[in-house]
């Protein structure tokens, strides 16, 4: 066995025996999601969630503020689910082809299931509830509240029903986005683009094909997947499952469906000698292009290289920088320690080498070494990165 693998295994092993610093960092396991046809997020002002649905069973997975996990066999065959700060909700389908919503409630546990009347009309792609109406897609939309029933004229046929911040939307096959409420549908934004939507923050959606979008009419930019919008700003994991935010916080869902979530702002706040956050940086995803940098963040006015040359094409190295009006600061890459562009065994040795004080790293290099951005070096990150570098 070599040496490196003598020190992995011996690092390893000191991960699995220490707790996580949970003022920057929690994670938890949800495996129980892994048996979800599909995954899902929802953020809200307070909470955030990561939710699913497999046949009969209805999963809701509070991450944000604090884990909670919620599941309940319903009365039929799950055809689609929707969320909101408080509940999640499920179409179900009888045996019989009748539909009904079944209702969550993440408070307390308790489900019931309001029985459908137009089911012959209903499109179960999606829905939405919100304010105690249920938006269905049928020849248009039409919302039920109690004995009410609305009609919702867009002047465009609906791709899709979603909630965001406990308010329904519809997007129209144009890509026209309305809020809907008691019949009325009241414009918000057009998309620049013509994919279906996911909730990527409150008051954000992401689009199928990475566009980040301000339901209020914000600007537009294009992320990797999935992506949030945090109070910090933009964070994405291309390597996750789904990814959720409020506030300073952001979880990510990997594919082992161990759950973690992150603290910004305990991060940044972080005092020791390793700590990696100051407002002089910008952090991002090994693998990140140029062209994806300028998508995210349409304020900078220039990136370049290491010898201060222009970057205007290629994979982003640690140790490039960027330029926005007032201000300047270095680039960041996680993972890429050794400041060549790439994630490898270079990266593992300089950080294992720190770890055990035969080479300190400092500036970029330690920042890009600190993977769970908890502002400090240690035996966690190692893990991470061999991971990474796999």
């Known amino acids: 066995m070599t040496k490196r693998a003598l020190l992995c295994l011996f690092f390893l092993a000191l991960f699995l025996c220490t707790p996580f610093r949970a003022v920057a960092e929690t994670a938890s396991d949800l495996s129980v999601l892994s048996s979800a046809k599909r995954i899902f997020s929802y953020s809200g002002k307070a909470s955030a969630y990561f939710y699913g649905f497999s046949n009969q069973t209805l999963y809701s997975a509070r991450v944000i503020p604090s884990a909670a996990l919620r599941t309940v066999r319903t009365g039929g065959v799950i055809r689609a689910v929707c969320h909101d700060e408080n509940s999640v909700y499920a179409m179900c389908e009888s045996g019989k082809g009748d539909f009904s919503v079944g209702t969550l409630n993440l408070s307390n546990g308790a489900y019931a299931?309001?029985?459908?009347?137009?089911?012959?009309?209903?499109?179960?792609?999606?829905?939405?509830?919100?304010?105690?109406?249920?938006?269905l897609l049928t020849d248009g939309v039409?919302?039920?509240?109690?004995?009410?029933?609305?009609?919702?004229?867009?002047?465009?046929?609906?791709?899709?029903?979603?909630?965001?911040?406990?308010?329904?939307?519809?997007l129209t096959d144009s890509g026209n986005i309305y809020r809907l409420s008691k019949g009325n549908a009241a414009f918000c934004t057009a998309l620049n683009t013509h994919t279906l939507v996911t909730n990527a923050g409150y008051g954000v959606v992401l689009t199928a094909d990475g566009i980040?979008?301000?339901?209020?009419?914000?600007?537009?930019?294009?992320?990797?997947q999935p992506?949030?919008?945090?109070?910090?700003?933009?964070?994405?994991?291309?390597?996750?499952?789904?990814?959720?935010?409020?506030?300073?916080?952001?979880?990510?869902?990997?594919?082992?469906?161990?759950?973690v979530v992150f603290n910004f702002r305990e991060a940044e706040g972080?005092?020791?000698?390793?700590?990696?956050?100051?407002?002089?940086?910008?952090?991002?995803?090994?693998?990140?292009?140029v062209k994806q940098l300028c998508n995210c963040c349409p304020e900078?006015?220039?990136?370049?290289?290491?010898?201060?040359?222009?970057?205007?094409?290629?994979?982003?190295?640690?140790?490039?920088?960027?330029?926005?009006?007032?201000?300047?600061?270095?680039?960041?890459?996680?993972?890429?320690?050794?400041?060549?562009?790439?994630?490898?065994?270079?990266?593992?040795?300089?950080?294992?080498?720190?770890?055990v004080n035969c080479q300190s790293l400092s500036g970029y290099a330690l920042a890009a070494a600190d993977l769970d951005r908890n502002g400090s070096l240690d035996n966690r990150d190692?893990?991470?990165?061999?991971?990474?570098?796999?």
Request: hydrophobic content about 40%.
């Open 113 to 135: 299931e309001q029985s459908l009347n137009c089911a012959k009309d209903i499109s179960y792609t999606s829905f939405a509830v919100s304010d105690s109406e249920v938006f």
């Open 227 to 259: 992506a949030v919008q945090t109070d910090s700003g933009v964070f994405s994991d291309s390597g996750a499952i789904a990814a959720a935010a409020v506030g300073e916080q952001a979880a990510v869902l990997k594919p082992d469906y161990s759950c």
């Open 142 to 170: 039409t919302g039920i509240c109690g004995e009410r029933v609305y009609q919702y004229a867009l002047g465009d046929s609906a791709a899709q029903l979603f909630v965001n911040g406990n308010r329904a939307y519809a």
């Open 270 to 289: 972080g005092s020791d000698s390793n700590s990696t956050a100051t407002a002089d940086k910008l952090t991002v995803s090994a693998g990140t292009t």
């Open 300 to 355: 900078l006015t220039g990136i370049f290289d290491e010898s201060g040359q222009p970057f205007t094409a290629g994979v982003l190295k640690t140790g490039c920088s960027a330029a926005w009006n007032g201000g300047s600061g270095g680039i960041v890459v996680l993972g890429d320690v050794s400041c060549n562009g790439a994630v490898n065994g270079t990266d593992i040795d300089a950080v294992m080498s720190h770890l």
């Open 382 to 390: 190692l893990v991470l990165l061999a991971r990474l570098a796999a």
């Open 212 to 224: 980040l979008c301000n339901l209020n009419g914000g600007r537009q930019y294009g992320v990797a």
